[in-house]
């Protein structure tokens, strides 16, 4: 993750804002405005860790807004050469120290913790799922179902996990699915005009429900197929279907897959499952900040 790109400090820069880190009222009424302190990230679960690279950058940019002299605004950040971002720790754990400003430390405690409970709960999740299916060939993916304007980084943390990134928008990939086949003219009509339009690299996937719509695709040249909404039974049916053909096909199995199914159809002979709950539903990772006030 490149965290210094525009659009990630961009994205910082709103989040502080929001917050209007820089007229904390309550901290820039009640805390000496030259006390340094220290910050101690601190894990309180087990999780595997997203975000690490954010908290400088939160800090760099908050810089920026802070109209304090440079010299209050100076800070460091360490971290255990173990620990970085796609490692699981234990609760307990420290992640990082931060040596600051208090007054900056305090205002920007809110907006770090958010994110890196935020995309370490994706990471962690991630990782439950990727384990679930461990020894099978199969590969767990993302979806786009993410939260407007934070994509970028929550595949990143499905990448932590161990996850593997589906199409990241609309223009990275051809999926045609059922919507698409219903308004276009049926599936010869939009997978012909697909493949023929497509740009170079493009491959053009097919989405199925049955085994009717799964001749159709194949027939008419599909270059990949997702299996939505089958039962385990039905995708491996599917997948001996498509081993027939002389070309390989990769294979997606997607709805209704949660952790407790996702092994039945990893070894049904998928090549991918995509989760959507891996961004849409992961519970935030339990994660706080502690400061102390440094010696003068």
Same mark, same amino acid.
């Given at each position: !993750?490149?965290?210094?790109? =525009?659009?990630? &400090? ?6 502080? /804002?929001?917050?209007?880190? %820089? ?24 999780? /595997?860790? @997203? ?19 440079? @010299?209050? #605004? ?10 970085? &971002?796609? /490692? ?19 205002? *920007? ?5 958010? +994110? !890196?409970? =935020?995309? $370490? ?14 020894? #099978? ?9 993410? !939260? ?11 990448? *932590?996990?161990?996850?593997?990134? =589906? ?12 919507? =698409?086949?219903? +308004? ?19 491959? /053009? ?8 719509? +799964? ?17 385990? %039974? ?5 997948? &001996? ?24 159809? %990893? ?11 891996? #961004?849409?539903?992961?519970?935030? @990772?339990?994660?706080? !900040? $502690?400061?102390? @006030?440094?010696?003068?």
């Amino acid at each position: !993750m490149d965290w210094k790109s =525009h659009r990630i &400090d961009a994205l910082l820069e709103q989040a502080l /804002v929001e917050d209007k880190a %820089a007229g904390d009222a309550t901290t820039n009424l009640t805390i000496d405005p030259d006390l340094r302190a220290t910050g101690s990230i601190l894990a309180r679960q087990e999780m /595997v860790v @997203a975000g690490l690279g954010a908290v400088p950058r939160f800090l760099e940019v908050f810089a920026r807004l802070d109209p304090r002299p440079p @010299a209050q #605004t100076r800070f460091e950040v360490v971290s255990h050469p173990e620990i970085f &971002d796609g /490692v699981r720790v234990h609760e307990g754990q420290v992640l990082a120290v931060i040596r600051h400003n208090a007054r900056a430390l305090l205002s *920007c405690e809110r907006v770090i913790l958010n +994110l !890196m409970q =935020h995309l $370490s709960g994706i990471a962690t999740l991630t990782r439950q799922y990727v384990d679930a299916i461990q020894g #099978t060939t199969a590969r767990v993916l993302d979806t786009r179902k993410t !939260m407007p304007g934070l994509r970028a980084l929550e595949k990143y943390a499905v990448l *932590c996990g161990g996850g593997t990134n =589906h199409r990241l928008d609309l223009a990275s990939g051809i999926l045609i699915k059922n919507n =698409h086949i219903a +308004l276009g003219g049926g599936l010869p009509t939009v997978l012909t005009r697909a493949l023929e339009r497509r740009k170079s690299g493009q491959r /053009v996937q097919v989405e199925v429900r049955n085994a009717k719509e +799964l001749e159709e695709a194949l027939e008419y040249g599909a270059e990949a197929i997702l299996l939505d909404n089958m039962s385990p %039974a039905g995708v491996k049916k599917s997948v &001996d279907r498509i081993k027939q053909e002389k070309r390989w096909i990769p294979t997606e199995a997607s709805s209704g897959i949660v952790l407790e199914n996702i092994r039945a159809y %990893a070894e049904a002979g998928v090549d991918f499952i995509s989760v959507g709950a891996l #961004t849409h539903s992961a519970r935030a @990772a339990n994660i706080s !900040m $502690s400061i102390a @006030a440094e010696p003068r």
